[in-house]
């Protein structure tokens, strides 16, 4: 568990976590030589919501990688006598949470860890903590073991195809922070040095404006929606959800900033479009007509 030392100005504070089994494993027991197996690290930044009283995206996401090894079929958890994850030597729960502190690696912060689940950092609590994840083994099928949906979010696909693991008010925040950065950096000459995962380049930009598009148009067809002159959504009769509906398939799906967004909908400001979207993610399928149903079930 790595945390970043600067972050956007926003309460939503990002950290960078590895989210891939561990990247290199030394064997300690060979005698003569020792065996390095290497494998491509990928960083995502991550909403730590802890001063709303939890912190789901971060803990889920934590959850999922001590939880690598039963999702791998590493561990066998159906045997008479079960594995444990403290079974698995190439772990942090094995290597660290499970250990004192003096014995834990000093960049490992398992105690910051342990706090997110409510744990304090003694030999009790790392044990409560290590059998709240068996536990979860047992319960769980070994493939689905520690997956996540959030919001309309899996942890799954945004670790495979994402940049970012949290809600969209972070998502926002980020971006604009970024196009901060960006534009300060233009004015001195110089480029913004982030990956193109994090949608910064014009080519990337081009792409999820087009996506956007294009999922505006399915609306249209969708719900019927209509358009004014400048080829945008009026605003829409109360109680009337398809603005709303497509907002919540554009957060989704692309990184266009909610104000954006907010434009395109008539949906009055930024922090409205985030409130709406996620009053409608909360619908349950019983309050959604058929049209609604199918819009949520769609592929974009």
Request: aromatic share 8%.
């Amino acid at each position: 568990m790595i945390s970043t030392k600067s972050a956007p100005s926003s309460s939503a504070t990002p950290r960078v976590f590895p989210t891939e089994n561990t990247a290199s494993s030394i064997s300690t027991a060979l005698t003569k030589a020792a065996i390095a197996a290497k494998r491509s690290f990928k960083s995502i930044l991550i909403e730590d919501d802890r001063s709303s009283g939890g912190s789901s995206f971060l803990s889920t996401l934590i959850d999922y990688v001590h939880l690598n090894p039963a999702r791998a079929g590493l561990i066998a958890p159906e045997k008479e006598k079960a594995d444990s994850l403290l079974d698995y030597p190439w772990s942090s729960i094995s290597r660290g949470y499970a250990l004192a502190t003096k014995k834990r690696p000093k960049w490992l912060a398992a105690e910051d860890g342990l706090e997110l689940f409510g744990y304090k950092d003694t030999a009790k609590n790392r044990r409560y903590f290590v059998e709240r994840l068996d536990d979860r083994i047992m319960a769980e099928a070994a493939e689905q073991c520690g997956l996540a949906e959030i919001e309309g979010q899996t942890l799954h696909s945004s670790l495979r195809r994402g940049w970012y693991w949290g809600g969209e008010e972070f998502k926002e925040a980020v971006l604009h922070q970024l196009e901060k950065i960006s534009a300060e950096r233009s004015r001195e000459g110089a480029s913004l040095p982030i990956s193109r995962d994090y949608s910064g380049g014009a080519q990337s930009k081009d792409q999820h404006m087009q996506q956007g598009e294009a999922i505006i148009t399915r609306a249209v067809e969708q719900f019927s929606l209509p358009l004014d002159e400048k080829g945008n959504v009026p605003k829409m009769p109360r109680g009337d959800l398809s603005a709303v509906a497509t907002a919540w398939a554009l957060c989704r799906h692309t990184t266009l900033p909610q104000r954006w967004i907010a434009l395109r909908l008539s949906l009055v400001s930024p922090g409205n479009v985030s409130e709406r979207v996620r009053r409608f993610e909360r619908l349950k399928g019983s309050e959604l007509g058929r049209v609604l149903k199918e819009w949520k079930k769609m592929k974009f």
